[in-house]
């Protein structure tokens, strides 16, 4: 069974979106026409509360810091994908009636989630391996934004949990700061992540 996994394909991360990947909307009507091939369609989206601790505002930083939290580095970000707001909402042109499931991420205030399958402290599970499992579900490709964080970030854990894994990298687009694609693709390669 093969499954398709669509990462945080929202406005907020569209063009004009709060943090916007530049180039993102490119990726939509492709992701579209593929969903078809796959025996499941999982959407992801991030789903965040006001007032979130990996949002800048919540420390009255400057976006884009670094800090320690408990359980490791966090990129601080502009505050974004805020629960109910249109910023969260999965971009209009995305085909959402097609999506198996829906995994909502980063709803933990003190937490934040980049992976599909752990909260950041890379213990806490949002669902998604069981429902993988419980579907006989081996064989994971991934396409959405960002490719160096929360692309990454699923797919790596992906392969650790013993799934055969894909991403579609025409199907991504990065934020790129400070070398953060070439460090996320190396990492994927060293996984045994197939990058198309």
Same mark, same amino acid.
């Given at each position: 069974? /093969? @499954?398709?996994? *669509? =990462?945080?394909?929202?406005?907020?991360?569209?063009?004009?979106g709060?943090? +916007?990947?530049?180039?993102g909307h490119?990726?939509?009507?492709?992701?579209?026409?593929?969903?078809?091939?796959?025996?499941?369609?999982?959407?992801?989206?991030?789903?965040h509360?006001?007032?979130?601790?990996?949002?800048?505002?919540?420390?009255k930083?400057?976006n884009?810091?670094?800090?320690?939290?408990?359980?490791?580095?966090?990129v601080?970000?502009?505050?974004?994908?805020?629960?109910g707001?249109?910023?969260?909402?999965?971009?209009?042109?995305?085909?959402?009636l /097609? @999506?198996?499931? *829906? =995994?909502?991420k980063?709803s933990?205030?003190?937490?934040?989630?980049?992976? +599909?399958?752990?909260?950041?402290?890379?213990?806490?599970?949002t669902?998604l391996?069981?429902?993988?499992?419980?579907?006989?579900?081996?064989?994971?490709?991934?396409?959405?934004?960002?490719?160096?964080y929360?692309?990454a970030?699923?797919?790596?854990?992906?392969?650790?949990l013993?799934?055969?894994?894909?991403?579609?990298?025409?199907l991504?687009?990065?934020?790129?700061?400070?070398?953060?694609?070439?460090?996320?693709?190396t990492?994927?390669?060293?996984?045994?992540?197939?990058?198309?």
């Amino acid at each position: 069974m /093969r @499954a398709l996994i *669509v =990462i945080d394909v929202q406005n907020d991360f569209c063009p004009g979106g709060k943090l +916007a990947v530049s180039g993102g909307h490119e990726i939509i009507e492709p992701i579209n026409s593929i969903m078809e091939y796959f025996d499941d369609v999982i959407l992801t989206q991030d789903w965040h509360p006001h007032g979130h601790s990996s949002f800048a505002s919540s420390h009255k930083l400057e976006n884009f810091s670094i800090m320690d939290m408990y359980y490791g580095e966090q990129v601080l970000w502009p505050d974004h994908c805020v629960q109910g707001s249109s910023g969260a909402m999965f971009h209009e042109k995305l085909n959402t009636l /097609r @999506a198996d499931l *829906v =995994i909502r991420k980063g709803s933990n205030s003190k937490i934040d989630s980049y992976s +599909a399958f752990f909260e950041n402290d890379k213990k806490t599970p949002t669902g998604l391996h069981g429902y993988l499992n419980a579907r006989g579900v081996t064989d994971l490709t991934f396409v959405g934004l960002a490719t160096d964080y929360c692309v990454a970030y699923s797919a790596l854990d992906a392969a650790r949990l013993n799934f055969k894994v894909s991403v579609d990298t025409g199907l991504c687009r990065a934020i790129d700061a400070d070398g953060s694609l070439e460090k996320a693709l190396t990492e994927m390669k060293l996984e045994k992540v197939n990058l198309i």
